[in-house]
């Protein structure tokens, strides 16, 4: 029988596949990361994992061990979370900003398992635009936003990144690069740029720069404070602006096209918040949001 703390120890390892790291984790040294995992070898009768000077690996044995403790593990940490939570007396009122539809569809997922686990506690959601998003937070209008990064706000707090998404230029349907099946960082020089006005410097600095990698000079045009206006600026012929490939699905128009970036880092999502007053019913919110946040990048 394995006690829980081989179980986190063994878990831990597989995950991070570091002594040093798994240790840190855990708040242990990796002499007894070590020891634990020799230990529980011992009683299996074999190695779970192939140790070298370069690297740590699993085994066959130890995968598949993994793969049979993983769900009750969550299960039963999920357990003790919603316990817990019962004497923390979750109620109320939770809201709730997102700027992107495909955020909603997250937000609306983690509401629907959050308001099972916290029947007393209801989850309010409210799209906005960047910029009005965050004065909603500042303004203490909602309690949390999942919004693009880069975000610098005093007083704000950026959690872990939840989901990333492929970035797009979308040029008007009749320009040449909307037949293209990728475009480059260099091709935001082959015509205007609409930005969105009310933004910040850092996250105007990162959608809608002024030089390309190689230092040509990108003509900025016209603005709009809305996605709707941008998108209506790109389908006059007016420029380019800077989008996610999955806004096609909900923002598609005949007379623009959504060209994938081939060099393009991707548009990442987080959760930010208040550092101030944050309501008591947050951090499980945020825990349900990080259990069903998709695990790899260009998603949900």
């Known amino acids: 029988m394995m006690e ?33 995992i020799k230990a529980l070898e ?15 690996a699993l085994t066959p044995v130890g ?39 495909w955020s909603g569809d997250l937000v609306l997922r983690a509401a629907d398992v959050f308001s099972s686990r916290h029947p007393r506690c209801a989850v309010e959601l409210q799209l906005a635009t960047y910029n009005a998003a965050i004065s909603a ?35 008007p349907a009749a320009h040449s690069l909307a037949t293209r099946e990728t475009v480059s960082l260099e091709d935001f020089a082959a015509l205007p740029l609409v930005t969105a006005t009310g933004v910040s410097q850092v996250w105007r600095e990162a959608f809608f720069p ?7 000079r990108i003509e900025h045009g016209p603005s709009a404070v809305d996605w709707e206006g941008v998108l209506a600026l790109v389908g006059a012929g007016k420029g380019a602006t800077v989008a996610t490939v999955r806004a096609e699905q909900y923002h598609g128009r005949p007379d623009v096209a959504y060209v ?24 499980a919110l945020l825990r349900t949001l990080m259990e069903l946040a998709p695990r790899s990048a260009g998603r949900p």
């Open 4 to 36: 829980r703390y081989e179980i986190e120890t063994f878990l831990t390892l597989a995950e991070e596949l570091h002594f040093s790291r798994t240790a840190e984790r855990l708040h242990v040294s990796p002499g007894r990361v070590s020891q634990t």
């Open 137 to 171: 937070l500042r303004e203490e209008d909602v309690d949390l936003v999942i919004a693009e990064l880069p975000v610098e706000e005093s007083g704000i707090t950026v959690g872990p990144v939840l989901f990333c998404e492929r970035r797009a230029l979308v040029v």
């Open 63 to 101: 995968r598949r061990l993994r793969d049979d403790l993983l769900p009750a593990y969550r299960q039963i940490q999920r357990a003790v979370t919603d316990a817990t939570a019962a004497y923390e007396g979750i109620s109320g009122v939770l809201r709730v900003g997102f700027t992107a539809p």
């Open 42 to 56: 011992r009683r299996i009768g074999g190695a779970l994992f192939e140790r070298s000077s370069r690297r740590v």
């Open 260 to 283: 994938p970036f081939d060099d393009a880092p991707p548009v990442e999502y987080a959760p930010m918040w208040r550092d101030a007053g944050a309501s008591a019913a947050l951090p």
């Open 210 to 216: 002024r030089r390309t990698p190689q230092g040509r």
